[in-house]
């Protein structure tokens, strides 16, 4: 049953008018995060909020039932005018105050998106995506299906953040921050709301790229790890005179592996596994990458991975096309790729017979297949799926999306399985984000302009917990 | 703790007579019929370098940019770029005179840091995420284009200037040579219409609301939010037709100028404009107004919105 209160009132509040039993609500436009609206009001009963884009509204938000409610728009668009209805609920009355707010825009310092494809019949729930936009207008940022900017903020200046995602069980925001250059030990994992008010700070040592967070709280990184190691089977010409040292009397050369890092919530870092522990130093493929000033590039290390009912890590190394999964006592469970114990092949794929190359970002999908996002620079970088045989230890590919249509890819890139079986593909550095049935058929897709391009992004169902 | 912007809705008493009215009553609403039209015409030239060999790029000799702006090459230089897209020259060339170019139209990319008064460097020393450029891999023989640019960087505002630029064509064989970027690398020309257009008509109100755009002055899609500065020109004796035809002197041409920071708004009054001398605007006169809304991180210098005042 609803009771409305006094006159219905023409009150400008903020740019929005508001009518009804309105009491002591205040609303408050957050200057950080412009499409946040915040609300507050004293009323004994169970409060919420309800908005949207008209007056049928459409998101509801609870705001408690003590005497004190506190709830806030999240995810408006930009310069939108927000229909909202603050109810508390006193025994069967619903006591309203309704009232429409403008919402701010972002600096022009934000990055831009636009949405080239959406079939909305088609693509999975998930309403939302969360992500690192990088280079020129380098923003942390959460987009809806409109590919409109809802939530962002600017990334720290002269540092690189190439992750954001919400912390598990809650509505407040992690994301990690080093240096740009990988010549600084910046490492941090930051949590803050999305009111960007800071809660906490993780320090992860020499980490790069990527984390993963644990069910516990435990942050999980890839860490910058150089050793002199002296030649074998391969001559100390092969190594950048940069790089040569004389130790022992032994020309040696700096090499740049990596540990995989588990910070516990409450205890000191633990390094489960070296690289060095489990690699013999070969020069490859990106061995001449020149990617960290510490010494020769060996192994680019580029992601890691929790599954939670494996228990297991993926960790990728995309300078030698192999995938670790390591148990959280460092333990090697299995490897994947050139130099793993399970091969793997492309399904009636007349090229590129070696299987992945340069992969990023590898993880488990709910069928126990690995689906990952690799490089082909002939033909187009592109998602693949492999199913893993464990008899026979191979890897054959029984899904691919986007090979031979010729999206050279410089950097970064992801496949992700969503809810409803389609998958979603982060092209990285070419500044596509893509959602793609099982058949193929692209069902959304939302692009930047020339200068900005992405880090991880993921697809979230909501702003609320 | 941080500031906020706070009200309290009362019941009864209408808090909007404080806060500057009930309704929107008042507003000047701007629309795309008002917007004037302008389409660029770049020509930028090529020259010819060896394929997959390190190249010395000189940007000495550019004290004029393609803007017709003077400049000094040793000290208003912040980053020289290289663009390597999965377009020809003439996909380029119109991407740039729309301001639609997409990141993935850009299959390459690095930058060169300019320090102290350098004026030249070599290709091999860009740099992508700290990652070196290596000629012999990334410049190799295609039909695709290279673009080297020559950009300013506003150390307040981060924001970006493409003063010059030239494409490269890195062919197999060919004799060494250096890229010479100055004043004659690319021009500048356009189409401009602001008579054409319905002007803007403020009745007596100064308070303009721009969220109703839609499209750029070329017809292409307008981000909202890529509007941060508003600009009001006024002419005492300089007629439309003079700004059509000096179109990039239409600043130089003003008797007064009137800025504002609109960042982030949709709205704003023309009363909190000021000029240079922070002398605030207190209303139109007969003279020739001219309303800009601009872009401090496109690439086109050209004004998202621009449009007559009556």
Redesign the interface.
């Known amino acids: 049953m609803t009771g409305r ?2 006159s219905v ?6 740019g929005g ?2 009518g009804g ?12 995060v ?1 499409t946040k609206i ?1 609300f507050a009001w004293e009323k004994k009963g169970e409060g919420r909020l309800e908005w949207g884009y008209d007056e049928s509204y459409g998101t509801v938000v609870d705001a408690g039932s003590e005497d004190a409610h506190e709830a806030s728009v999240l995810g408006a668009k ?2 939108r005018e927000v229909f909202w209805k603050v109810v508390t609920t006193v025994g069967n009355n619903d006591k309203e ?1 309704v ?1 429409t707010t ?1 919402t ?7 990055a ?1 998106m ?1 949405l080239d494809t959406y079939e909305p019949t088609e693509v999975s729930s998930e309403p939302y995506f969360i992500g690192a936009a ?4 380098a923003t942390l940022f959460a987009v809806d299906r409109d590919a409109s ?1 809802v939530w962002f903020m600017p990334a720290e ?1 002269d540092r ?1 953040t190439t992750e954001i995602k919400f912390k598990r069980g809650t509505n407040n925001l992690i994301y990690n921050v080093y240096a ?4 600084t030990d910046l490492g941090t994992v930051k949590e803050m709301t999305l009111g960007l008010d800071p809660v906490n700070e993780t320090r992860i040592e020499w980490g790069h790229h990527f984390f993963t967070e644990l069910p516990d709280g435990t942050i999980t990184y890839t860490a910058i790890h150089a050793e002199n190691v002296v030649p074998d089977g391969w001559s100390i010409d092969a190594c950048d005179e940069r790089f040569r040292i004389m130790e022992d009397g032994v020309e040696k050369c700096t090499v740049v592996g990596h540990d995989l890092v588990e910070v516990p919530l409450d205890g000191d870092p633990v390094i489960l596994l070296s690289t060095f522990d489990v690699f013999d130093v070969v020069p490859w493929e990106d061995w ?4 960290y ?1 510490q010494g020769q590039t060996w192994l680019h290390a580029n992601a890691v991975n929790y599954d939670e009912e494996r228990e297991t890590y993926l960790w990728s190394f995309a300078g030698y096309d192999t995938v670790l999964e390591v148990d959280r006592t460092g333990s090697v469970v299995r490897s994947f790729g050139d130099f793993g114990d399970y091969k793997a092949t492309l399904g009636g794929y007349a090229r590129g017979e070696d299987g992945f190359n340069f992969q990023h970002d590898p993880q488990w999908t709910p069928d126990g297949n690995m689906l990952m996002f690799t490089y082909d620079h002939e033909n187009g970088c592109y998602a693949v799926e492999f199913e893993v045989d464990d008899a026979n230890q191979t890897m054959t590919e029984v899904w691919q999306f986007g090979r031979d249509e ?3 890819v ?2 970064l890139g992801q496949a992700i399985r969503l809810k409803n079986g389609n998958t979603f593909v982060n ?1 990285g ?4 984000l893509r959602e793609v049935s099982p058949a193929g058929q692209v069902v959304w897709e939302a ?7 992405f880090g991880n992004v993921y697809p979230f169902d909501s702003f609320y917990p | 703790m941080r500031p906020t912007i706070r009200a309290v809705i009362a019941p009864v008493v209408c808090v909007g007579t404080l806060l500057g009215g009930c309704t929107k009553n008042g507003e000047v609403k701007i629309t795309d019929e008002n917007n004037y039209y302008f389409l660029a015409d770049v020509t930028a030239g090529t020259q010819t370098i060896t394929a997959q060999e390190d190249t010395f790029v000189d940007w000495s000799g550019l004290t004029v940019d393609i803007r017709e702006r003077d400049m000094d090459p040793a000290s208003e230089v912040s980053v020289v770029r290289i663009l390597r897209f999965t377009l020809t020259q003439d996909e380029v060339i119109e991407g740039i005179n729309r301001d639609n170019l997409r990141q993935s139209d850009v299959s390459g990319n690095a930058d060169y840091e300019v320090s102290g008064s350098e004026t030249g460097a070599d290709l091999s020393t860009f740099l992508f995420l700290g990652t070196p450029f290596p000629p012999a891999t990334e410049l190799v023989d295609t039909d695709d284009a290279y673009l080297v640019s020559v950009i300013s960087v506003d150390e307040e505002s981060g924001y970006e200037d493409y003063r010059m630029f030239t494409f490269i064509d890195p062919v197999t064989d060919a004799p060494p040579a250096e890229v010479i970027i100055d004043n004659a690398s690319a021009s500048l020309d356009y189409t401009v219409d602001i008579d054409g257009v319905p002007a803007v008509e403020t009745e007596g109100s100064t308070l303009i609301d721009w969220t109703s755009l839609t499209q750029t002055p070329s017809d292409d899609i307008l981000t909202l939010s890529n509007i941060d500065a508003i600009m009001l020109a006024q002419y005492s004796t300089a007629t439309v037709a003079d700004l059509e035809a000096d179109f990039l002197h239409i600043e130089e041409a003003a008797d007064r100028l009137f800025y504002g920071d609109v960042s982030g708004k949709g709205e704003f009054d023309l009363l909190e404009l000021t000029d240079q001398d922070g002398n605030a605007f207190e209303g139109f006169d007969d003279t020739l107004w001219l309303l800009a809304l601009r872009c401090g991180t496109c690439i086109s210098p050209a004004p998202l919105f621009l449009g007559v005042i009556r």
Do not use: H, K
Not at chain 1, 21 to 32: A, F, I, K, Q, T
Not at chain 1, 134 to 137: E, G, I, K, Q, V
Not at chain 1, 447 to 453: D, I, K, L, N, Q
């Open positions: 209160y006094g009132l023409a009150l400008t509040v903020l008018c508001g039993y309105c009491g002591d609500v205040s609303v408050e436009l957050d200057p950080d412009p915040d930009q310069l105050c009232g403008d701010l825009g972002a600096a022009s310092s934000i831009d636009f990088m280079f020129d207008a900017m200046e690189l740009d250059r990988y010549d001449d990458l020149n990617f000033p010729g999206l050279n410089q950097a092209y550095s070419t500044g596509i692009y930047t302009g020339s200068g900005t391009f």
